[in-house]
């Protein structure tokens, strides 16, 4: 498979969405294939990526998350350099060292040291791929190497677009599936452990969970951004709630609401590239949530000084014990 | 251009004949000393993940300068300084470390950061046209980009930073080691960790010019990585992990001269390949360890032990 090139820029250029009304500049845009096969893919791709980085932050695994999208980077150049499909090496990646660095380090708490050499290893043999790709063959390959590093939405194609949607659904069943005992190990885990959760296989089946997005979300805003996806919406997700469902709920619509505002703006401003759009916005949101829960808390206390609950109280609700699983 | 034979100083000669070359080694040399050194103290106060984020905040800078026309190297300096002074700034949420190790709730926030940081690096790559080629250039290095002024100021830099840790580094050790205590005795602990990601910066920016934005680790944490496995005693794995990173920048630079291949796949591999002969041994000494019970602690808490007492 060769690689998607962005459209050129000179075919998108002219009278786009800055129509009269915004409602005709939105349908103008929705007209243009190339913008709902990015939808389509993008958004499967940011509600899986919130979901999951709601998890990735809970349980302390950003650093681990980090290194898998750019174990991402190796996998594509090395499916490059093979001649093989692009998307089965990514996979094929990111899954393995998802799961080796769940069996390997647990909760990672200890070995930073160990995920950062690793994956500093790994990028080098990327930078191998990349040379071997671009010493074999003769197309265009700085432009696939910028797309595996820093995405190409609108370049995505209508068979690859809906491929990344049903595997992100697939990816999404799984998540929703282990989220409950999952939410129970990341809280406490001994106790889960003790009331029959299999905490042990949990982890290195999250870990390649979150190397499978990687790989996903590689795909739509590129290996070296596909981190902010996985961590601003979640980040700010948990500034504003720590409720662990509505935290859960909250970081995949941030997710999918910076997604959808970033292909639009990226639209409306074709110098800027889509990934650029998507990971300012989500950034933004994050700033945001920042700022409010600073003011929120502040509210909380004062209210606590005088004894009365306060509606939208943003303290912990959920106990480990109401999330045992029931018998 | 070159072939490689068997006579190695013939090799040597040919490949010091060529001034990029030399300039390469120069100023490999001044970036092993400094990530050696400096890397030795991320490791021991586990900020990993710092030192990553502010490697990768480097890369906008050096984007942006190139865009605007300036030397790249006013880009990572200013850059990752600033990053530096801006995680510093962070609010810990009351475990300090949590947050610049990568295992902490709050360690999202600067990976939002360093998210958002690549983000305007691509932006700047893609408002200044024809430049894919330089965009490997920053992430993964090069060894023929390097100029004599870059040596200049590379060496003032290293200069500088060494100073700056040797001046730092007995209340680093000591709150590294043990916050608490440290405090307690009166070393300025904000203040030291704040100075200490300052250095890490510059030594991130330093070696982002040999190894390219997202290889630093390769230099920054591997040979001290390496280093910790071997001894415990601070001296002694300060000097092994400057040691660790020269031998592996030489030997990395010399084999990318020779090879078709780049600089960072060859550093890397280097670093990582000590790292796993380091883990090897440690697990190999421990188990023999276990098998003699001499009723002794771990070389490692012993090692620390001592030396914090005598300070």
């Known amino acids: 498979m060769t690689p998607p090139l962005a459209p050129p820029l000179s075919n998108l250029a002219?009278?786009?969405?800055?129509?009269?009304?915004?409602?005709?500049?939105?349908?103008?845009?929705?007209?243009?294939?190339?913008?709902?096969?990015?939808?389509?893919?993008?958004?499967?791709?940011?509600?899986?990526?919130?979901?999951?980085?709601?998890?990735?932050?809970?349980?302390?695994?950003?650093?681990?998350?980090?290194?898998?999208s750019h174990v991402a980077y190796a996998g594509a150049l090395a499916a490059l350099a093979a001649g093989v499909d692009l998307r089965f090496g990514l996979f094929a990646a990111t899954i393995v060292v998802g799961l080796a660095l769940g069996?390997?380090?647990?909760?990672?708490?200890?070995?930073?040291?160990?995920?950062?050499?690793?994956?500093?290893?790994?990028?080098?043999?990327g930078v191998l791929f990349l040379a071997l790709y671009t010493a074999h063959s003769s197309t265009s390959n700085g432009a696939a190497n910028a797309n595996v590093l820093f995405g190409s939405i609108f370049g995505i194609s209508a068979s690859d677009a809906s491929t990344?949607?049903?595997?992100?659904?697939?990816?999404?069943?799984?998540?929703?599936?282990i989220a409950r005992p999952l939410l129970f190990a990341s809280l406490d885990s001994a106790v889960a452990s003790a009331r029959g959760v299999p905490v042990r296989l949990l982890g290195p089946l999250f870990l390649a969970v979150v190397g499978a997005t990687a790989a996903e979300a590689s795909q739509a805003v590129g290996a070296l951004l596909l981190f902010g996806l996985l961590a601003a919406p979640a980040a700010a997700?948990?500034?504003?709630?720590?409720?662990?469902?509505?935290?859960?709920?909250?970081?995949?619509?941030?997710?999918?609401?910076?997604?959808?505002?970033?292909?639009?703006?990226?639209?409306?401003?074709?110098?800027?590239?889509?990934?650029?759009?998507?990971?300012?916005?989500?950034?933004?949101?994050?700033?945001?949530?920042?700022?409010?829960?600073i003011g929120l808390r502040r509210r909380v206390r004062r209210h606590d000084q005088h004894g009365t609950p306060l509606a939208g109280d943003p303290r912990p609700t959920a106990t480990a014990a109401e999330l045992a699983p029931r018998a | 251009m070159t072939g490689l034979s068997w006579n190695l100083v013939d090799d040597v000669r040919q490949m010091l004949a060529f001034h990029f070359m030399l300039n390469a080694l120069r100023a490999g040399t001044i970036v092993a000393v400094v990530a050696g050194a400096v890397g030795y103290f991320m490791v021991l106060r586990r900020q990993a993940f710092a030192g990553h984020t502010l490697a990768v905040i480097g890369f906008p800078g050096a984007a942006g300068a190139t865009w605007l026309g300036i030397s790249p190297v006013f880009g990572y300096f200013g850059f990752c300084i600033a990053g530096a002074l801006v995680i510093?700034?962070?609010?810990?949420?009351?475990?300090?470390?949590?947050?610049?190790?990568?295992?902490?709730?709050?360690?999202?926030?600067?990976?939002?950061?360093?998210?958002?940081?690549?983000?305007?690096?691509?932006?700047?790559?893609?408002?200044?046209?024809?430049?894919?080629?330089?965009?490997?250039?920053?992430?993964?290095?090069?060894?023929?980009?390097?100029?004599?002024n870059q040596v200049l100021t590379l060496l003032i830099a290293g200069v500088i930073c060494l100073a700056m840790l040797a001046a730092l580094a007995r209340p680093l050790l000591f709150s590294s080691i043990d916050p608490a205590v440290a405090r307690a005795r009166g070393v300025p602990v904000r203040l030291v960790a704040a100075a200490f990601l300052v250095l890490l910066g510059v030594a991130a920016a330093g070696t982002s010019q040999v190894t390219g934005s997202l290889l630093v680790f390769a230099l920054l944490v591997a040979p001290a990585a390496t280093a910790a496995r071997l001894t415990a005693r601070p001296a002694l794995g300060l000097s092994l992990s400057v040691l660790i990173a020269l031998a592996v920048t030489w030997v990395g630079e010399?084999?990318?001269f020779f090879s078709p291949y780049p600089i960072g796949f060859w550093v890397s591999s280097l670093a990582f390949a000590a790292f796993l002969l380091a883990t090897t041994y440690r697990a190999a000494a421990d188990r023999i360890g276990r098998r003699q019970p001499r009723g002794s602690t771990s070389p490692t808490d012993a090692g620390i032990t001592a030396t914090v007492g005598a300070a």
């Open chain 1, 14 to 68: 002219g009278g786009r969405l800055l129509a009269s009304d915004p409602i005709t500049g939105i349908s103008n845009m929705l007209g243009h294939p190339f913008i709902q096969h990015a939808l389509l893919a993008g958004t499967a791709i940011a509600l899986l990526s919130g979901l999951v980085g709601y998890f990735v932050v809970l349980r302390g695994q950003v650093f681990a998350g980090d290194a898998l």
């Open chain 1, 237 to 293: 997700a948990q500034r504003l709630t720590d409720r662990p469902w509505t935290g859960l709920a909250l970081s995949a619509a941030l997710a999918v609401a910076a997604m959808w505002g970033g292909l639009a703006l990226a639209y409306a401003a074709p110098k800027l590239p889509a990934s650029f759009a998507i990971m300012t916005l989500a950034t933004a949101e994050f700033a945001h949530a920042a700022l409010a829960s």
């Open chain 1, 103 to 125: 069996m390997l380090g647990g909760r990672g708490a200890a070995d930073d040291v160990v995920i950062g050499t690793t994956f500093a290893w790994v990028l080098g043999l």
């Open chain 1, 164 to 177: 990344a949607a049903w595997i992100a659904a697939g990816l999404i069943a799984v998540v929703l599936l």
């Open chain 2, 254 to 256: 010399t084999i990318a």
């Open chain 2, 88 to 148: 510093a700034a962070l609010p810990s949420g009351g475990r300090p470390n949590a947050g610049l190790g990568g295992y902490g709730e709050e360690s999202a926030v600067i990976g939002t950061v360093q998210a958002f940081a690549l983000a305007c690096g691509f932006l700047f790559v893609s408002l200044y046209k024809g430049f894919l080629s330089g965009l490997n250039n920053l992430l993964f290095g090069t060894i023929i980009g390097v100029s004599d």
